[in-house]
């Protein structure tokens, strides 16, 4: 095509204008990943536990679970509107939902409303916004809403009710210290929420001394149970007992590339571990690794607590440390603690070690090999 | 070999970013731009000292003709596009977002080429100083981006060995599909060139790097490679495949040490359409005065691949594109990773344009950023290994001696961390600053040092 040509066709071409142009530093592209994303789709993979729990514990567990998402969302949007800060987009990052749902998967079914109140206030307040907002708490918030509410309230927070089908299997569960629906007349019909039950770990450091011969954790700690225990047939938190719901979220987290898989599998298996090498040599003293594996928190605080973003290394020699920390400190709490569980206090225990974690394990970066590989 | 079932290389980290923009041009085939009545060709088209302008104005010039002399060892020839007259030396707007000065050439309509080069057809039994006068000759830079003379990388410094040259043909950038044309079009200037560097340096292991969503460039190379003794290496798509370091580390497995080059390891790297360029500088004795450009952009009627002459204005590379049909509101020069945002359409094209970007609204919105959450997503996308978000938290602290201590010097500035950020923070613009801020500071004490 010649000059002249062009030269016609040019009165037709629109050009632009170079007034609109904005100027910016590159890249000049960005992924369409969001925080907002990242938040919905974490509670996605929420989803199989808080079923679970719903359908072990019934209605009430669904009715703290939707109370702690109402209170940690309203609290948050409390707090942006005193502290002046953008009510909407703070609450759209959909952050505080995800504290709602995982408080209430960390408190016990049947807890009266105030509960989830005092622990969303807990946790969104003191947990988080104090420290300027999401990503900039040193310690999980739920985590801090639940061990506020274990010192504050710790009657109501260590009463469980039994899961759906424990009563069903009462001869197994005699050691839970349940009411014996046999005995109660019109057991049939009395709500569930009335009975309580105790957790398998709260059993087993209650358990007396051992006869001469026996075994002391028999009766909790055997191959029929372990199927029970893993089902989700045990007390416990609503999000903490259903072991593959627990699973499946964290395979759609690291599927999602939403947490490092090292953390859940390094915290569970040095519990394992450690647990392994006490149960072997004074058996009298624990349970076995998998009754530890199985009960208490271990699986919930491991996939959804220690991965938390925010709060949790960022490189994966930090991850291993950070992990395995929090497996020994677990391991110490549940047998020579105080406390039946351990999972929180070892969480928010290495929480406070990430700052120096991300300090000393920096990755190497490319080029600084130890030794250069020569080419063939 | 089997050449279906070969193991497609990679380097560690980086990013995927969306597939989308390559689409609008990379089937469109490189058309001839037509003459033009004016060019302002830019004086410094090439990283390093500019050339000394050697016309005046009121000269008349011829296609080819010497512009500009080359004003060091780093610096680059220039060589006139068109023939015509020069009507002075103005300044234009530089693609560097400073004001630059620029040989306003009037054509006279005629394109009329001087000869200046004999071209050197048996090239394989002359003399590698010959071939390496000739790439200065031409003016060649590399036209991948960084525009660094040819000339200076074909120098081996004395005491290295090179053993390996490695053609880059992964065109990593999104929306670029300039380097995918050449090579599918015009595979044995391509192929050519990378045998004429190899004679020039004396190495026998030559590869070409390619991505493997240009498959059917990959095809279109292989069928010649084996002539030429050249191997073709598919490449995953990955971002920044391109890069120098990370480019070498997939194909021959050697780690560029910090602040090293690539002939630390033995390499040296080209871009696909520098070797194209030494193809024709050699081969037909034309110095480099046109490159083929990827103008595009979803707002353009016509987006394209245009062979266009340097001094072009990316005003007239839009309109040979048939004009835009939305307003845009971003001009890049170069992809959308590493390009350079423009404020004005008058811009020439220079040496190093490999692609003009033209963003609509939606595309160019500036994005507010939050907090970070510390996913850990610009860590993994870091093809350095740099933690960057701890960086960026450094020095938004002011901390420039943490920054230093965890190399924030030996960022790429790729850009993979603020593309991949869900907090859209600006990462790579923080460590940028505080690169500079470093650099100044250690000028500082280098010059307090010397008192």
């Known amino acids: 095509m010649g000059i002249n040509d062009r030269v016609q066709e040019k009165s037709s071409v629109r050009l632009p204008d170079a007034k609109n142009l904005v100027l910016s530093s590159s890249p000049h592209l960005s992924s369409s990943a969001d925080v907002r994303k990242i938040m919905l789709l974490v509670i996605f993979c929420m989803l199989p536990a808080c079923g679970a729990g719903v359908w072990f514990f019934g209605l009430p567990a669904l009715k703290v679970l939707l109370l702690s998402l109402f209170f940690c969302v309203g609290l948050e949007a409390l707090w942006c509107f005193c502290a002046g800060k953008p009510v909407w987009g703070t609450i759209g990052d959909c952050s505080a939902a995800v504290t709602g749902i995982l408080l209430a998967l960390n408190l016990p079914p049947g807890v009266p409303f105030y509960v989830p109140l005092v622990g969303a206030a807990l946790a969104i307040w003191l947990g988080k916004q104090i420290y300027g907002g999401l990503g900039n708490n040193p310690f999980n918030p739920v985590l801090v809403g639940r061990v506020g509410l274990l010192i504050a309230l710790p009657a109501l927070m260590t009463t469980w009710s039994p899961a759906r089908g424990m009563a069903e299997n009462y001869p197994e569960y005699q050691a839970f210290g349940m009411a014996d629906p046999a005995l109660a007349a019109g057991a049939t019909s009395a709500p569930m929420e009335l009975t309580t039950c105790a957790t398998p770990l709260g059993v087993a450091s209650t358990l007396p001394a051992p006869e001469a011969g026996k075994n002391r954790f028999e009766k909790i700690d055997n191959p029929s149970m372990w199927k029970e225990y893993f089902i989700g047939r045990q007390g416990g938190c609503i999000g903490e007992t259903c072991a593959p719901a627990l699973l499946l979220g964290g395979i759609l987290l690291v599927i999602f590339n939403l947490i490092n898989w090292r953390v859940p599998l390094y915290f569970a298996g040095t519990v394992f571990v450690l647990s392994g090498i006490v149960h072997f040599f004074f058996p009298q003293v624990t349970p076995t690794p998998l009754f530890h594996l199985l009960t208490g928190g271990l699986l919930l605080g491991a996939i959804f607590m220690a991965t938390d973003m925010v709060t949790s290394p960022i490189t994966g020699t930090g991850c291993l440390i950070f992990a395995v920390g929090c497996g020994i400190i677990t391991t110490v709490i549940r047998i020579w603690g105080n406390y039946p569980e351990g999972v929180s206090f070892s969480i928010l225990f290495m929480n406070a070690l990430v700052p120096l974690i991300d300090r000393w394990f920096v990755k190497r970066p490319f080029g600084y090999t130890r030794r250069r590989r020569e080419a063939k | ?451």
């Open chain 2, 1 to 451: 070999m089997n050449k279906s079932s070969r193991k497609v290389m990679s380097f560690t980290g980086g990013i995927h970013p969306v597939s989308e923009g390559k689409k609008l041009t990379d089937t469109h085939a490189v058309h001839t731009a037509p003459l033009l009545e004016r060019y302002t060709v830019l004086v410094q088209q090439n990283a390093g000292k500019a050339p000394d302008v050697v016309v005046k104005p009121g000269d008349k010039v011829l296609k080819y003709q010497l512009l500009a002399k080359a004003s060091g060892f780093v610096s680059a020839d220039l060589h006139s596009p068109t023939s015509g007259e020069i009507a002075g030396i103005v300044e234009v707007p530089g693609p560097m977002g400073v004001p630059a000065l620029a040989l306003d050439i009037r054509s006279d309509g005629e394109d009329r080429a001087c000869e200046i080069f004999a071209p050197i057809p048996e090239w394989r039994s002359a003399e590698p100083q010959v071939l390496l006068q000739r790439v200065a000759d031409a003016g060649l830079v590399g036209m991948g981006g960084a525009s660094f003379p040819t000339r200076v990388k074909l120098s081996i410094p004395p005491g290295k060995k090179v053993d390996t040259l490695i053609l880059n043909g992964a065109e990593c950038e999104p929306y670029l599909s300039a380097d995918h044309r050449l090579m599918l079009e015009s595979p044995c200037r391509v192929l050519e060139g990378a045998a004429i560097i190899g004679h020039l340096l004396g190495i026998q292991n030559i590869y070409v790097g390619i991505e493997i969503n240009k498959h059917d460039a990959i095809a279109e190379l292989e069928r010649f490679s084996e002539d030429y003794g050249i191997r073709i290496v598919p490449l995953q798509v990955q971002y920044p495949q391109g890069s120098e370091k990370q480019l070498i580390n997939a194909i021959v497995n050697r780690a560029v040490p910090p602040g090293g080059l690539p002939a630390d390891v033995g390499c040296v790297v080209q871009n696909v359409g520098t070797a194209a360029a030494v193809s024709d500088a050699v081969t037909l004795g034309i110095p480099l005065v046109e490159r083929i450009v990827t103008v595009t952009g979803k707002v353009l009627k016509d987006p394209g691949n245009w062979k266009l002459r340097i001094g072009t204005p990316v005003i007239k590379a839009i309109e040979f594109c048939g004009g835009i049909t939305a307003e845009p509101s971003k001009l890049i020069l170069g992809g959308p990773m590493m390009g350079f945002a423009q404020n004005s359409y008058e811009v020439p094209v220079s040496k190093n344009t490999s692609g003009i970007l033209l963003f609509s609204r939606r595309r160019a919105l500036n994005y507010s950023s939050g907090s970070c959450i510390r996913c850990g997503r610009c860590v993994q996308g870091c093809p350095m290994g740099l933690c960057t978000c701890l960086l960026a938290t450094a020095i938004e602290g002011g901390r420039y001696d943490l920054a230093e201590q965890n190399h924030v010097m030996d960022c790429l500035e790729c850009g993979s961390c603020a593309y991949v950020c869900p907090a859209h923070r600006p990462l790579v613009q923080t460590l940028r600053l505080a690169k500079a801020e470093i650099r100044r500071q250690r000028a500082a004490a280098k010059a307090n040092g010397g008192k």
